[in-house]
């Protein structure tokens, strides 16, 4: 008697295109999208006191620290905008450039054990990252606008039409994360010397970008060679949110359109390096 023959459904097979992303497997992962975003949200919080509060918390406090320490005791300019308003706008921007580049680099050894035992797509992860960090930034945008509105209502501010253009910069803000982030977790595998110099590396970039110092006080500091802060590509993304809610800034649009050139190279780097890595860090990790 001939047993009947079986018929798979799924097949599992090594993705042989450095360039494919095969985003409609993991929209079929997207329970699993939706559980990594519960997961790290509730982890993030998990046995504090004041839970989601210190989303609100952390941005308000480093404003505090930067306004005390950079605008009354460094008494460094800040084109002329209130101190705790500027600040806080490039803290926002900083903070979610910063947490979901370091939380993607993460990605492979901080989700071995769970690679090693069940298949899904491992982009499933960086991109629960992405989301996870949205809803942190959405939060922290809602206390920069209550701020934003109470200098409006002073007279002190005038947002501009570049305001609402402030979507876009978000999105390449997050490729530019989550390319840089898939090229560092996919090397971490072999060299974790390089999870350390990253952690110090994001924290000397701060100083590179328009978080604390203003572009225009940079490049009057450094002369002829003012053109080096323009090669920061995260310099037009954060020059032209401060220009158009708080109406300052450095602002050009060539500079802005090379910077989103430059996320698109990177961000197809980094899926080649992840794809290239997927496949067998494992044995490494």
Same mark, same amino acid.
């Given at each position: ?83 705790? =308003?500027?600040?806080?706008? +490039?803290?926002? $921007?900083?903070?979610? %450039?910063?947490?979901?580049? !370091?939380?993607? #680099?993460? &990605? ?87 999870? =350390?110099?990253?952690?110090? +590396?994001?924290? $000397?970039?701060?100083? %590179?970008?328009?978080?604390? !110092?203003?572009? #225009?006080? &940079? ?67």
């Amino acid at each position: 008697m001939n047993e009947p023959q079986q018929k798979w459904t799924d097949t599992i097979e090594s993705n042989h295109s450095l360039f494919q992303l095969n985003l409609k497997e993991v929209w079929q992962y997207r329970d699993l999208v939706f559980m990594f975003v519960k997961r790290d949200f509730i982890s993030s919080f998990k046995q504090t006191i004041l839970g989601p509060l210190w989303f609100f918390i952390n941005p308000i406090m480093t404003t505090i620290v930067f306004t005390l320490v950079f605008g009354n005791i460094a008494n460094l300019p800040t084109d002329g905008i209130p101190p705790i =308003l500027f600040y806080l706008a +490039g803290n926002t $921007l900083w903070g979610y %450039f910063s947490t979901t580049m !370091l939380s993607v #680099s993460n &990605v492979f050894t901080g989700n071995a054990g769970i690679f090693g035992k069940v298949y899904f797509p491992r982009l499933v992860t960086p991109i629960s990252t992405i989301i996870s960090s949205f809803m942190r930034l959405g939060i922290q945008l809602v206390l920069f606008w209550t701020v934003l509105a109470y200098y409006i209502y002073r007279g002190d501010v005038q947002p501009n039409s570049w305001a609402f253009f402030f979507p876009v910069l978000i999105i390449f803000l997050a490729l530019f994360s989550l390319g840089l982030g898939m090229i560092f977790s996919s090397l971490t595998t072999k060299y974790r010397d390089l999870s =350390l110099l990253l952690g110090f +590396g994001v924290s $000397l970039l701060m100083w %590179f970008t328009p978080v604390i !110092l203003p572009t #225009s006080l &940079v490049k009057q500091k450094l002369g002829n060679y003012g053109y080096l802060a323009d090669l920061n590509p995260l310099t037009p993304i954060f020059e032209c949110f401060k220009y158009g809610f708080i109406g300052s800034g450095d602002f050009n649009m060539t500079r802005l359109l090379i910077s989103f050139f430059f996320i698109i190279i990177v961000l197809l780097f980094g899926i080649i390096v992840f794809n290239k890595s997927e496949k067998s860090f494992i044995d490494t990790v």
